[in-house]
Structure formats: C-alpha cells, structure tokens
C-alpha cells in the first residue's frame, strides 16, 4: 500500500474576483521513503496542491490517504493524532516562524501540544534536532531575525522534522536562498532523508534542483498533474508535449550553480 494516495483531488478558490481552479483532478501515489519532484511554472497550483495534501485549504472534491485512512473522512481527534505525520517545509521560512518567540519557545510549543510532557524530554528532542539541522544550541534562545535565510530554514526543517513525520511537503525550500547556500540545505534534506526514512513531496520550479534528488517527478500544467515518470525516464523520454518544453527552456548546465 502506498504512503500517500491522491485521488481525483480539485480545490477552488472562491474570492470577490471570482473561482480560481487551481488543482484540476490530480491522482498520484507516494511510497514510503520516496522523494517525488513536483515542476511546473508559477500559478499552475502547485503549492495548492501540498497544502490541500496537509488539509492547510480544503479540498473541493476527491480524496487523500494516508496509509490508506482517507483524512477528509476523519472525526477532528483522529484527524489530529495523524496531522503530524505529514509536514510542510515553506519557501519563505521568516514569513513561517513567529517573530516574537525563541527557537526553543516555538519548537517546545509543538512537542507540549503533541503531548511530550516532561519539559526536560521536550528539550532534550528540541535540542537533538537543532543539532541534527547544523546549529549550534545557543540558537535555542535566539529569535527568527537574528538568524540568516539559511540558517531559518534550518529552524524550519527542525520544526518539521520534530514530531518524525513519515512525509514531507517541501515547497520551494531553497528558491529564496542565495544560491551558495541552496546545496548546503539540499544535502541537509539528503541526509535527513536517510536518516529518518522520509518521503518528500519535493516543489520546485527549478528541473535543476529536482534532478538532483527525485527518485520520481511530477509535471503539472493549469492545475493537472501531465506526466508522471521516474526521473531518468522524464529526462530522456519526456511523453508531454509540455514536459519537452519545460526541459528545453531550461538553462544550459554552464550557466547555473553545481549542486553538491
Ligand atoms: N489563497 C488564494 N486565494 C485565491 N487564489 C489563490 C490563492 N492561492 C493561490 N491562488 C491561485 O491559485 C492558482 C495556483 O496558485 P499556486 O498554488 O500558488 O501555484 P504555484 O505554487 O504553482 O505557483 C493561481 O492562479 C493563484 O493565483
Ligand atoms: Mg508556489
């Protein structure tokens, strides 16, 4: 059985202006441990997509699974006791963490409301994974402007990781980052990955960064996944006639950074 089933999922946006259909019946799988890359240009939804997988904005129609348990049929309790078990990584780490409280405050917060109890074990899985992210613990009592874009996204992979997700959402986590310091948090995701055994739902509008690390990628287009292949197979046998321009714009490997 999968991880992750999607299945026929859509979400609209009502606002004033009108209905925006942003994901227009996507079905895919997640298997345990796998990293799938997401493409596609900006505005074809696919950040609307990842939160509809964390339940972040409502799906319109279709369904999720997660091991087969479909959320959206859930009580609250029960839904609650398996939120954890998928997570988000956002692009802008800043706009995710709250100005006003330490590291420490904001990572013991989740592990209090996930039920940890003892203040000692909270700090000891606080200071664990602050670790295991690349920061020192003098961080633990830092706030989110005193740190730089990287190392915030760090804090926002600790918070992630914190309560051992078996899958990960990361939504364009280096896109905002100086590019010496995209293949730093890259290979962070690498080596967490195997670590903690994550699947990651890996957003990007950059092939470049995909290639690096999808064992699978997604193509979307105006809302709909157009092709879905192993990666080698995408490469150098794109079906879609999108996917064959999407790898054709791409910029000629000279021109961009090395990843690792
Ligand atoms: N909160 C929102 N309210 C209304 N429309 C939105 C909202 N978020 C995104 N959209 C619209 O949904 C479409 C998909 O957006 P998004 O999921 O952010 O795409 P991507 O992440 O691929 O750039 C776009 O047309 C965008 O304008
Ligand atoms: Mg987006």
Partial sequence: MPLLSVIDLHTRYATRAGVTHAVRGVSFDIAAGETVGLVGESGCGKSTLGKTLLQLVPATSGRVLLDGVDLGALKPGPLRALRPRVQMIFQDAFASLNPRRSVRDTLETILRVHGVSSARERLRQVALMIDRVGLPLSALGRYP??????????????????????????????????????????????????????????????????????????????????????????????????TRALIAAEPAPAGRARVA
């Fill in 145 to 242: 402007h005193e740190f730089s874009g990287g190392q915030r996204q760090r804090i926002g992979i600790a918070r992630a990781l914190l309560l051992r997700p078996d899958l990960v959402v990361c939504d364009e986590p280096v896109s905002a980052l100086d590019v010496s310091i995209q293949a730093q948090i890259l290979n962070l995701l690498v080596d967490l990955k195997r670590e903690f055994g994550l699947a990651y739902l890996f957003i990007s509008h950059d092939l470049a960064v995909v290639r690096y690390l999808a064992d699978r990628v997604m193509v979307m287009q105006a809302g709909q996944i157009v092709e879905n292949a192993p990666q080698e197979q995408l490469w150098n046998s794109p079906v879609h006639p999108y």
